[in-house]
C-alpha cells in the first residue's frame, strides 16, 4: 500500500469513529404518544393528591387518607319558593336529577372507626 492510499484510509477509518460518537437527534426523541395514551396520562393527572395525615389522629395509629364523598349542600329555606325547593331536596330520588353523574370526593384522615380532618 502507498502513503496516500495508507492517508486516504487513516482518515475515513478516523472520521467514521468520530461520526459514531455524535448522537443521532431523531434516535433520541420518543413516538409521539396515541390518543389513548394522552387520555391515560391526562387521568391519571386529575384530582388531588392525599393529604398528610402525620399527627392528624391524635394518639390512633395507623393514620391513613381516605376520600370520602361529601355531604350535599342544602340552603337554608327562606322564601316559599325556597321551602319548595328544600322539600324537592328532602326526596332522595331528587338528588341526582341535575348533576347525575357529579359525586364530589374530599380527603379526611382516618384511624380505625373515626375521621379527623386534614
Request: include cysteine.
Amino acid at each position: 500500500m502507498n502513503s496516500l492510499t495508507h492517508a486516504v484510509l487513516l482518515a475515513t477509518s478516523l472520521l467514521l469513529s468520530l461520526l459514531s460518537l455524535i448522537p443521532v437527534s431523531c434516535l433520541d426523541k420518543s413516538p409521539l404518544p396515541s390518543p389513548e395514551g394522552m387520555l391515560l396520562e391526562q387521568k391519571i393527572r386529575l384530582g388531588s393528591t392525599p393529604p398528610s395525615c402525620h399527627n392528624r389522629c391524635i394518639q390512633c395509629n395507623p393514620c391513613t387518607a381516605v376520600q370520602l364523598p361529601t355531604l350535599p349542600f342544602r340552603p337554608n329555606p327562606v322564601s316559599p319558593s325556597r321551602v319548595r325547593e328544600a322539600h324537592q331536596m328532602d326526596d332522595p330520588s331528587s338528588y341526582g336529577n341535575q348533576y347525575s353523574n357529579y359525586k364530589p370526593l374530599g380527603w379526611k384522615c382516618s384511624c380505625g372507626d373515626h375521621l379527623y380532618n386534614p
